[in-house]
């Protein structure tokens, strides 16, 4: 089974580029989520997703947008990339509140 | 105020050591409770789900404490293999959010 899958799973970008994350999963999970991870620090919660067409923000939602047109699917768009968005992203999906399955990573440095 | 919080350590202790994580939380609505652990450079899993009465897993035990609004995790005869990041996360029944804490280290030395 392929669970939570990301891709890319490394990127660089340059400054005031954008790219869009993506997230798939395969477990009909209705919730859905992006962290980022910074050096030493704890995950931080970007947006979520309650079910199809429901998005909401998290802890630190400014310079990301999300959509949720499919159970399955949950891109993370970066609009003018900035060297403070160098991190590792997560993405993770669960049933109603229960264990959270996540993506390997994604690996993004803006320069 | 951190949703989450947890003292980040690092904890170094010998192996066989008992070593205990504790992690509070602010919002009174928190419903689900859970332990993950993460190895470096790793993506997080799941530990532990921490249920009201506690519960235990071999060398694990997981406590919920309400009223003062924490949770603990007890790892007893630790093992080199123990070492690793153990983040404690909370979803809040109001929105459904999943907020980590900020992960504490430990390493477990020979």
Sequence with gaps: ?111 | RKEVEQDPGPFNVPEGATVAFNCTYSNSASQSFFWYRQDCRKEPKLLMSVYSSGNEDGRFTAQLNRASQYISLLIRDSKLSDSATYLCAVIASNTGKLIFGQGTTLQVKP
């Design chain 1, 1 to 111: 089974n392929a669970g939570v899958t990301q891709t890319p799973k490394f990127r660089i970008l340059k400054i005031g580029q954008s790219m869009t994350l993506q997230c798939a999963q395969d477990m009909n999970h209705n919730y859905m989520y992006w962290y980022r991870q910074d050096p030493g620090m704890g995950l931080k919660l970007i947006y979520y997703s309650v079910g199809a067409g429901i998005t909401d923000k998290g802890e630190v939602p400014n310079g990301y947008n999300v959509s949720r047109s499919t159970t399955e699917d949950f891109p993370l768009r970066l609009e003018l990339a900035a060297p403070s968005q160098t991190s590792v992203y997560f993405c993770a999906s669960s049933q109603t509140r229960t264990e959270a399955f996540f993506g390997q990573g994604t690996r993004l440095t803006v320069v």
